[in-house]
Nanobody, 114 residues
Framework: QVQLVESGGGLVQPGGSLRLSCAVS????????MGWYRQPPGKQRELVAT???????NYADSVKGRFTISRDNAKNTVYLQMNSLEPGDTAVYYC????????WGKGTLVTVSS
């Protein structure tokens, strides 16, 4: 059974930082494209960042220079380091694992507010 379990969300003030983690089981983790998506309140889900099996990364323009995606293949875990957070980053953040199929976690809520 494939499981993606996100953690690390919460309430943070503008300008603050959070680190999201996603623990993955049930797949050959190192062979999958890993990603983070987010869904702001009342808006559509959008891609935040991806990291390939060999470590190449891609980011949405809105988070470039502030967010960093990384993976630890030994721990079957993908991370999203989020710095300089803005109220517009408030969303439910979802972890994904994609190869022939795409698997989704249940999400973790990030709220950026003073």
């Amino acid at each position: 059974q494939v499981q993606l379990v996100e953690s690390g969300g919460g309430l943070v003030q503008p300008g603050g930082s959070l680190r999201l983690s996603c623990a993955v089981s049930g797949i050959a983790f190192s062979t999958y494209l890993m990603g983070w998506y987010r869904q702001p309140p009342g808006k559509q889900r959008e891609l935040v960042a991806t990291v390939t099996s060999d470590g190449s990364t891609n980011y949405a323009d809105s988070v470039k220079g502030r967010f960093t995606i990384s993976r630890d293949n030994a721990k079957n875990t993908v991370y999203l380091q989020m710095n300089s957070l803005e109220p517009g980053d408030t969303a439910v953040y979802y972890c994904t694992a994609q190869r022939l199929s795409i698997y989704w976690g249940k999400g973790t809520l990030v709220t950026v507010s003073s």
